[in-house]
């Protein structure tokens, strides 16, 4: 690496600023800046630029305006000048279970576009990005690659739990007393008495869903600050983490250390490992593909499946789980975990991290879990001896499938299809009492392609286990999952539908089976029937012509390979 950065130097280390020559031509650009608040002097500094994700959509990024403040003052007391900007964000929870979901996954795209575009137009030295939520993360971190300019990602924070009859509830809790309210366990006075309480204030949602298992994934890799992690939203550890990052930043500018340096092929492969011992979101094999793809690293579907036959499941975290990611925190948050992982052989040390520092040597001080802590079990005694995140291959997904198998649920399946053409139209059979136990519910034209959006099917899924029939019913689906998912569940079943995949074919009353020890997902008829079914199959209409999901639809490639719109092919 060090020749790497030796062949790239430029001596001034303020290579890409635009206000870095002088001269009348750049007089107009000198102008703008005094006017938003440079001095003379910081016209000689490194301009630090502090990509905010802050807005009053959802409490997972309400609080990030503080936290980019925080930023910027670390990047100005160690010698650097931020300049701070926003990009969006959506609420996957408010839009769970509507069209507006369509925009959720193509939201990472905008985000990324966004960071690119600022960060290109204006010649920032360095980054610092704050994200908080499911799709803003690896938006961030698609940005950050791009454009390979010194940078670091600071995860917004968790929130903290709410509480309900003395047990700790979230907004997975809100979405299951919808299906428990419909069997009739729980009045509809006591929905909503969840609902106030479940969600306290700012933070990302409080178990292992999407948004804690990136920012895991993010800081194995090697792209945060140790423990960026595990601290919650509104705490002084957040703060100083900001604070921190933002000063970072000018030693990575002085060191020449860039994205592409620290996001290697064995950095996404620590990033799974990390994913896997935590009980992660399915939602991470699509952002990782899509990170890796964005970095330059080759990174394939199949290379969950070689780590995953080596690393267990340590974690008893929610969805699945008892804990809360407070719980994990409490006892210091993933870097013991990652010790143990590095320990056992299961983690390449010698990736660099934005400390400048290898993962190693990160890690070499870093102290074990406190005696009788129950929330990582040791390998002795794991919650799974392999990954939960489990690549399927059948004639049902030629390309691939990802499903989420705790073995709570069992390994294997096999059941009749169900089959609907929508989340909201499935939502409504298993709310209706019309899916019953040894069904296999299928949810097509619900793809990056075909939703467009690919949207989450956490209602379906959570009004499944809301009814009790999480152990007699699977769901798969062209479409994903939210982290907050749990059951027997696949998804990003590739080809989709709407581009003819073999998903297209079922029929109700098909026989599906799940095998999650052969990972195999299998439609039980005839290759010549399945044949002459795809042969009538006719192509939908396209359901928008203008705007962003028309735009997405068109350019979008498969979940696969990371739902990216920037392929080469």
């Keep these: 690496m060090a020749q790497q950065k030796k062949t790239r130097r430029n001596a001034d280390p303020r290579r890409f600023s635009s206000i870095v020559v002088d001269g009348p031509e750049r007089a107009a650009s000198r102008a703008m800046l005094r006017a938003v608040g440079f001095s003379e002097d910081d016209f000689e500094k490194p301009q630090i630029g502090i990509a905010s994700t802050w807005g009053m959509m959802t409490p997972c990024n309400m609080h990030i305006d503080g936290l980019a403040d925080a930023a910027v003052e670390g990047a100005d007391e160690a010698g650097a000048k931020g300049v701070l900007f926003n990009t969006i964000s959506v609420s996957d929870g408010i839009s769970m279970g509507t069209e507006g979901m369509k925009y959720s996954l193509v939201s990472?795209?905008?985000?990324?576009?966004?960071?690119?575009?600022?960060?290109?137009?204006?010649?920032?030295?360095?980054?610092?990005?704050?994200?908080?939520?499911?799709?803003?993360?690896?938006?961030?971190?698609?940005?950050?690659?791009?454009?390979?300019?010194?940078?670091?990602?600071?995860?917004g924070g968790t929130i903290m739990p709410g509480c309900y009859k003395n047990k700790d509830v979230d907004v997975v809790s809100v979405f299951e007393s919808v299906?428990?309210?419909?069997?009739?366990?729980?009045?509809?006075?006591?929905?909503?008495?969840?609902?106030?309480?479940?969600i306290p204030g700012a933070g990302s949602c409080g178990g292992m869903y999407t948004a804690n298992t990136m920012a895991s994934a993010i800081e194995a890799l090697g792209m945060s600050l140790p423990e960026s992690s595990a601290q919650a939203a509104i705490s002084e550890d957040k703060k100083a983490d900001c604070r921190r990052a933002g000063a970072a930043v000018l030693e990575l500018i002085k060191n020449d250390i860039r994205p592409r340096d620290?996001?290697?092929?064995?950095?996404?492969?620590?990033?799974?490992?990390?994913?896997?011992?935590?009980?992660?979101?399915?939602?991470?094999?699509?952002?990782?593909?899509?990170?890796?793809?964005?970095?330059?690293?080759?990174?394939?579907?199949?290379?969950?499946?070689?780590?995953?036959?080596?690393?267990?499941?340590?974690?008893?975290?929610?969805?699945?789980?008892?804990?809360?990611?407070?719980?994990?925190?409490?006892?210091?948050?993933?870097?013991?975990?990652?010790?143990?992982?590095?320990?056992?052989?299961?983690?390449h040390g010698d990736c660099l991290t934005v400390t400048g520092k290898t993962l190693a040597e990160n890690l070499a001080d870093v102290q074990p879990y406190p005696e009788g802590q129950e929330v990582i079990a040791d390998f002795d005694h794991p919650h799974k001896k392999d990954s939960h995140l489990r690549i399927l291959y059948g004639n049902l997904a030629p390309d691939g499938a990802v499903a989420k198998i705790t073995g709570k649920e069992g390994t294997r399946f096999s059941g009749r299809a169900k089959v609907y053409r929508s989340?909201?139209?499935?939502?409504?059979?298993?709310?209706?009492?019309?899916?019953?136990?040894?069904?296999?519910?299928?949810?097509?034209?619900?793809?990056?392609?075909?939703?467009?959006?690919?949207?989450?099917?956490?209602?379906?899924?959570?009004?499944?286990?809301?009814?009790?029939?999480?152990?007699?019913?699977?769901?798969?689906?062209?479409?994903?999952?939210?982290?907050?998912?749990?059951?027997?569940?696949?998804?990003?079943?590739?080809?989709?539908?709407?581009?003819?995949?073999?998903?297209?074919?079922?029929?109700?009353?098909?026989?599906?089976?799940?095998?999650?020890?052969?990972?195999?997902?299998?439609?039980?008829?005839?290759?010549?029937?399945?044949?002459?079914?795809?042969?009538?199959?006719?192509?939908?209409?396209?359901?928008?012509r203008r705007g962003v999901l028309a735009k997405y639809a068109k350019l979008v490639n498969s979940a696969s390979l990371g739902a990216v719109t920037d392929a080469d092919e």
């Design 423 to 544: 989340e909201e139209k499935a939502l409504r059979g298993i709310l209706d009492g019309k899916v019953k136990a040894g069904d296999v519910v299928v949810i097509r034209d619900e793809g990056p392609v075909g939703g467009p959006g690919m949207r989450e099917m956490l209602s379906p899924t959570s009004a499944i286990m809301g009814r009790g029939l999480g152990n007699d019913v699977a769901l798969i689906t062209d479409g994903r999952f939210s982290g907050g998912s749990h059951g027997f569940v696949v998804g990003h079943i590739t080809p989709e539908a709407a581009v003819g995949g073999p998903i297209a074919a079922v029929k109700n009353g098909d026989t599906i089976t799940i095998d999650a020890e052969t990972n195999e997902i299998k439609l039980h008829i005839t290759q010549k029937e399945l044949k002459a079914r795809l042969k009538e199959w006719t192509p939908p209409r396209p359901k928008y």
């Design 179 to 198: 299906g428990q309210e419909a069997k009739g366990q729980i009045t509809s006075d006591e929905r909503l008495e969840v609902e106030k309480c479940a």
């Design 262 to 347: 620290i996001m290697t092929k064995n950095a996404f492969r620590n990033a799974i490992t990390v994913v896997i011992a935590l009980g992660g979101s399915t939602n991470a094999v699509l952002h990782l593909l899509a990170m890796a793809h964005a970095a330059g690293v080759n990174l394939k579907i199949d290379e969950f499946t070689r780590i995953g036959k080596k690393v267990p499941v340590l974690a008893d975290l929610r969805p699945s789980g008892r804990f809360m990611m407070t719980d994990l925190i409490r006892i210091g948050g993933i870097q013991p975990l990652m010790k143990m992982l590095l320990d056992r052989g299961l983690l």
């Design 108 to 155: 990472r795209e905008v985000i990324a576009d966004s960071i690119e575009t600022v960060t290109g137009c204006e010649g920032f030295d360095g980054l610092v990005a704050i994200g908080g939520c499911d799709k803003n993360m690896p938006g961030c971190m698609i940005g950050l690659a791009r454009m390979n300019r010194p940078a670091i990602f600071v995860y």
